[in-house]
């Protein structure tokens, strides 16, 4: 078995550039969209611009958590973690949608109700209210098509929804769902807003922030789903998988591949094992030659590979350990 580890840190590099970048942006804009709501909070008593406040300030901690993320997937492997720290960006970015739902989702929910049975005043001021929220959605907007911007850099042109849900790097699509979040829950505010201004059933503005609280919950649950995926260890997208095999059939003297397997250690991080069975007459010196020619192929050409191990090994040998290593139906389903 032979070992190499990617130079990619130039590609890496930039990529983490582009995703500090996302959440910076998106960090500052909720930061100062925060303090103006609940300022405009304070002023108007609107549970739908509470809501949204807080809204808010949860968005700020959230890329503040993408940032610790991101910084402490970037620590060296050691002997402890000898692959590396890169899953930490998955793990933080977990946290942020736990985060939203616990705190964000709940508070709004539980404003909502508690504002449509109390016998409080409706919203003063909805005028000054509307125009905060006129801002903040500027300010939001202007975030998320810096993330849009970053994704649209890092798609495959393969739709927008497979784009999306073949994306490796959380501090991206966290940023994005927040932002298309924000925007949309800036809009129930308003609508709710309006409502009561127009009607003057001040269960309007109640009811807004309680669709806020459930509109961060959704977004919540998909995260979480989202990232679950990448922290318990995603495979790398077929196209990887084909250029690896296309480098492989330039050798005839290999047989045949008994297996490919890739795992994202973090989002520009990928390891890559095969095993290659070879023919029998090939000599140990030219499978040296192989392999390590191999190696530096395939870093050149797929730089998110940044380690690699080849297993030499007979189709009927792997197969043999495969059977022994893998339990029956009847384990299986015991195990379970």
């Known amino acids: 078995m032979t070992e190499a580890n990617g130079t990619a840190d130039g590609d890496n590099a930039e990529s983490q550039d582009g995703s500090k970048k996302t959440v910076f942006a998106a960090m500052f804009a909720n930061l100062a969209i925060a303090v103006t709501k609940l300022v405009a909070a304070l002023f108007t008593g609107s549970s739908s611009m509470l809501a949204e406040g807080i809204h808010s300030i949860i968005d700020t901690m959230n890329q503040v958590f993408l940032l610790i993320g991101i910084n ?15 899953s930490e960006v998955y ?11 616990a705190l964000g989702a709940g508070f709004s929910i539980l404003e909502g109700i508690y504002k449509l049975f109390s016998s409080e005043g409706g919203v003063e001021s909805p005028l000054i209210a ?9 300010f939001e907007g202007y975030s998320w098509t810096v993330a849009f911007k970053e994704f649209n850099e890092r798609r495959r042109g393969r739709g927008m ?37 127009a009607t003057g059933i001040h269960a309007f503005d109640a009811i807004g922030s309680i669709l806020i609280g459930i509109l961060l919950g959704v977004i919540a649950v998909l995260l979480a ?3 679950k995926g990448l922290l318990i260890g995603e495979s790398a997208e077929p196209e990887l ?38 023919e029998d007459d090939v000599q140990a010196g030219r499978i040296e030659e192989i392999v390590t020619r191999l190696d530096a192929e395939i870093r ?15 189709k009927r040998g792997h197969e043999e350990i495969r059977a022994r290593s ?11």
């Not at 073949?166 to 807003?193: N, R």
């Not at 339990?327 to 379970?336: L, S, Y």
Request: glycine share 6%; charged share 25%; proline share 4%.
């Open 300 to 314: 050149d050409h797929q730089k998110s590979i940044r380690k690699i191990y080849v297993e030499v090994q007979s």
């Open 241 to 278: 998988y084909d250029a690896v095999r296309e480098r492989i059939a330039r050798y005839d003297e290999i047989d045949g591949i008994n297996e490919i397997r890739t795992l994202h250690l973090g989002p520009n991080d990928i390891l890559l094992t095969v095993s290659l069975d070879f």
């Open 72 to 86: 402490r997937s970037k620590r060296p492997p050691d002997e402890k973690h000898p692959f590396g720290y890169g």
């Open 130 to 138: 509307l125009g905060v929220l006129f801002l903040a959605f500027c």
């Open 91 to 101: 793990f933080w970015s977990f946290l942020v949608a736990i985060f939203l739902f």
């Open 161 to 197: 929804l497979r784009d999306f849900r073949d994306m490796k790097d959380p501090s991206i699509f966290v940023v994005l769902f927040e932002d298309s979040a924000a925007c949309i829950g800036i809009l129930i505010a308003a609508a709710g807003i309006s409502l009561a201004w």
């Open 326 to 336: 893998t339990p029956d139906n009847g384990e299986a389903e015991a195990e379970a």
């Open 225 to 227: 789903i989202e990232v």
